[in-house]
């Protein structure tokens, strides 16, 4: 028995890793449980953008597919902002409008003179009211304000309803001999009335009337030219040009 035992033990040692079982065989007898050596343990995977990367040494080395997803997400993050940015600018874009609707005094005017007069007269003062209250006042006999061929008078708030617009123009003869020495003067009112939240453009525009054989002082006059517009398009400065208006008031007195 004891022979059998050490052959066992022999050919156990010759095996790959028979020492130790050898040793356990010695210890224990033929019987005992040999001892098992633990497996490596598998390496954590770590999930990013999708795909599954180990966790250890390599851990901060990025794959090429890795890298693409990672690009994909930011660029679909970039136009999530940007849709963000759009409809942000469009919500401002109504406030603002919402609140220039509101805007105080409700509605807006824009007089605007333009001088129209042959060279025998020269534009020497310009006075404008507003319901009563002066609103512009001009006086240059040099010839520097005739040469203005347009100015603004007046861009601001007014109430809406019915309102009335003084015009006192006074020109110089000039040009011709028997015209030097003159004043002409035109005075003329005009009434117009504004919506609620709109803006009215006036054109109060000095010309000639008649023709040759009209009498010198009886030639001066003005016409005006209305219309009504969004306060969107004042506060714009939008350019528009009124359809032509019959000529009111303006009857010259020298």
Known sequence: MRRITATVMVLVAMAPGGVALAQQMGDGGVGAAPTTTAA????VLA?????AAPVGDDAGAVTGEQYVVRLRNLEQRINELKEEIFRSKARLSLLAESV???AVGGSRAQIVHQNEMGGSYRLATVVYSLDGAPIFNREDESGALADRREFQVYNGQI??????LGVNLTYIGAGLPYMRGYRFSVR?????????????QIRVVGFEKGGPLESPESRPAVRYVQRVISLREAAEGAETTPAPAAPTGGNGTR
């Open 40 to 43: 490596p343990a598998p390496a």
């Open 47 to 51: 999930v990013d953008g999708g795909v």
């Open 100 to 102: 220039l609707q509101n």
């Open 159 to 164: 109430g809406s309803g019915d309102h009335s």
């Open 188 to 200: 003329s009112t005009q009434s117009f009335s504004i919506p609620e939240g709109k803006a009215i």
